[in-house]
Each structure stands twice: as C-alpha cells, then as structure tokens.
Nanobody, 114 residues
C-alpha cells in the first residue's frame, strides 16, 4: 500500500505563482516509477498536467509548457506554477505509479482569481 499526500495550493491572483508538493510512501519498501500531476474541473475530463519518471524525464501538457516546472527528489515531487491564469483553476491531483498500479492523493485546490 502506498500513501500519496499533496500539499500547497490556495488562492492566487492572475499572473501569480504557487508551488505544489506530493510525497509517496509505502508501508513496505516499494519502487515508485512515474509520478504525475493531473487536474480536475467539475464537468470536464481529468487532464494530465505534467509527469516525471524515476530517471527525471518530464512531460508537460501544451497548456502549461513554459509556465509550470515539475521536479522530483526520490519520491517527493513538486510542481512550480508561474504566470497562473483563471483557466488553471482546478483540483490538482498527484499520482504515483508502481509496477502494479497507480496510487492517488486526495487533491489540492488551486484557485486563480482577482
């Protein structure tokens, strides 16, 4: 069993920045492969925002390229979000993948509004 916990988020004005963090830990030794950030807006499909492999390879959604940066130190992942816009408002969820399945956190609310 793997526990995934997000932190960060909150309310920010357009053009502002926020940082999200996510930690994955298991009751037994476990290898976490890809970790990723997703976001969910009510009534819309969940969107993959960014991912990072165990070796550090990253991917980004086109909508956040150049504004968001994903980093990872062992099983702790962060997402630096800059130049935030109202359309970035969502619940941001972290996922951590083992060789068997994906584990999810409960999410962190990010609201971009003036």
């Amino acid at each position: 069993q793997v526990e995934v916990v997000e932190s960060g988020g909150g309310l920010v004005q357009p053009g502002g920045s926020l940082r999200l963090s996510c930690g994955a830990s298991g009751s037994e030794p476990v290898v976490i492969y890809t970790m990723a950030w997703h976001r969910q807006v009510p009534g819309k499909q969940r969107e993959l925002v960014a991912s990072i492999s165990r070796s550090g390879t990253t991917t980004y959604a086109d909508s956040v390229k150049g504004r968001f940066a994903i980093t990872r130190d062992k099983d702790v992942m962060s997402l630096q979000m800059n130049a935030l816009q109202p359309e970035d408002t969502a619940v941001y969820l972290c996922s951590a993948n083992t060789n068997l399945r994906a584990y999810w956190g409960r999410g962190a609310q990010v609201t971009v509004s003036s």
